[in-house]
């Protein structure tokens, strides 16, 4: 058997239309897309890391696994929202699946993995774990090893990477990138696994640091910036360390390079909460001044229909009685009230006056299962050309600023794929029509490892 069997290069938020432009300087990538096949991965709705990762290493759809992003409602009332990590995915993943069948499995940095999962092998956590004095590795003592192979303290993530110190974290984004990959090779020669799996953080928060610096298209695009080609090194140099990793690979392991979702320009904020309460579907005790954190404790909840929540997507939250504890909204007339929001936010026009092409989705209509508590609606501002701002307070209904931070990407709802299979050559073949769901069946039939019968993928025709 080749080690690994499967090797798993996750690109968090790498987007295919640069993988494409590029690909004449990605000389490793570019190999693999012509031995294998490549194309467009379309993500799950909401397209945000957490859940995307679990959704596809799970095959579950985000409200089968009732985590609807990073952060969610853990009950009815009206408290902050709880972060969603590992332990909420309470259904089987790849490496279990793997590990069941017999796989040694090392798994380095895979958003949904803290607390470290107990993996046929070796796991080192995602940037959930709140630091590395917690447990962030299985076995625990993995964690001494990764201390005597890097040279620095290592990263779970760019800290603050809505930052204004740029060369700082371009810094970061290397140190992330290079420690990962050193660590995987050394697992790779250590543990000889039969999968291994590690994703790059690098390529979400350079898109998110940098992305205003490279594109015209960018509503703050400054033309000669010397970060012009931050996202475009950034590249280069993590198809070198992918060169390098492959090299110590087997030369008949099977590779899914893969991203979560992609990434465009953000075009500006949509005040959410603001909207609501100019709509009259939020009431505050006192109307702030200048724009202030949404705060439950301000809310009139009698006299409250919808709030929100901001971030790379909306979530909306209707106010119903016996449901909520201060519920204005009648059972009998929630569908009705929500149909109507949704109409509502569909036909919002822009700043200019042309409309802005939200996007409203119920979980009913896009989920199989719908499970704890989802949003009543999610949004997609300007169908994720826009962030949703939760601030609320001032005038207006559009804003520049973010209200986390400078950030000048939003997702994008396809990522990118490529497989390449030494033992299924296929010559560069465009690959359209694959979904976050089809990831799972796919590798399980590759390797004759019965999946569930109730997956909402299909086994693809690599
Ligand atoms: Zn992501």
Not at 324 to 332: F, R
Not at 431 to 447: E, K, M, V, W
């Amino acid at each position: 058997m080749p080690i690994p069997r499967l090797l798993i290069i996750g690109l968090d938020c790498a987007e295919p239309t640069l993988l494409e432009r590029w690909r004449g300087d990605l000389p490793h990538l570019d190999r693999l897309m012509r031995t294998g096949v490549s194309g467009q991965l379309e993500s799950c709705i909401p397209a945000i890391t957490v859940p995307a990762w679990s959704c596809l290493l799970s095959g579950r759809d985000p409200g089968e696994l009732g985590i609807y992003g990073f952060r969610n409602r853990a009950a009815r009332g009206y408290g902050a929202l709880v972060v969603a990590d590992g332990r909420a995915v309470r259904h089987p993943r790849l490496w279990d699946y793997l590990g069941a069948a017999g796989w040694r499995v090392a798994i380095i940095g895979v958003p949904g993995t803290y607390p470290p999962p107990a993996v046929n092998g070796v796991a080192v956590s995602c940037f959930l774990a709140p630091s590395t004095t917690a447990t962030f590795t299985h076995p625990p003592e993995l964690a001494d090893r990764l201390t005597a192979w890097l040279a620095q303290p290592y990263l779970l993530d760019v800290p603050d990477f809505r930052s204004t110190d740029k060369d700082r974290i371009l810094a970061d984004i290397y140190t992330l990138c290079d420690q990962r990959f050193a660590v995987a090779q050394r697992l790779l020669a250590e543990e000889q696994p039969d999968l291994l799996m590690l994703v790059d953080m690098g390529t979400d928060r350079v898109h998110h640091a940098f992305w205003k610096h490279m594109d015209p298209a960018h509503p703050d695009y400054v033309a000669g910036s010397p970060y012009q080609d931050a996202i475009f090194a950034y590249y280069r140099h993590l198809d070198r360390r992918i060169g390098e990793l492959l090299a110590a690979c087997d030369a008949q392991t099977a590779v899914l390079v893969v991203s979560d979702h992609g990434a465009r320009p953000l075009m500006g904020g949509f005040r959410l909460n603001q909207w609501l309460l100019d709509q009259g579907y939020l009431a505050l005790h006192t109307r702030p001044v200048v724009p202030e954190p949404f705060d439950p404790s301000a809310v009139d909840w009698s006299r409250t229909r919808a709030w929100g929540a901001g971030g790379y997507y909306g979530r909306i939250f209707l106010n119903v009685r016996g449901r909520e504890p201060a519920g204005a909204i009648a059972p009998a007339d929630y569908e009705a009230e929500r149909s109507a929001l949704a109409a509502a936010l569909t036909a919002l026009p822009g700043p200019d006056g042309a409309p802005l092409g939200n996007r409203v989705f119920t979980p009913q209509q896009i989920y199989r299962k719908v499970r704890g508590i989802a949003p009543d609606l999610l949004l997609y501002a300007g169908d994720l050309a826009w962030r949703v701002i939760g601030k609320l307070g001032g005038d207006g209904w559009f804003t520049r600023e973010n209200d986390t931070g400078p950030d000048d990407a939003n997702h994008a709802q396809h990522g990118l794929f490529i497989f390449a299979d030494l033992a299924r050559p296929a010559a560069g073949r465009p690959f359209s029509g694959l979904t976050i769901y089809d990831i799972l069946p796919s590798l399980l039939a590759r390797y004759g490892i019965a999946a569930p019968p109730d997956l909402r993928g299909r086994v693809a025709a690599w």
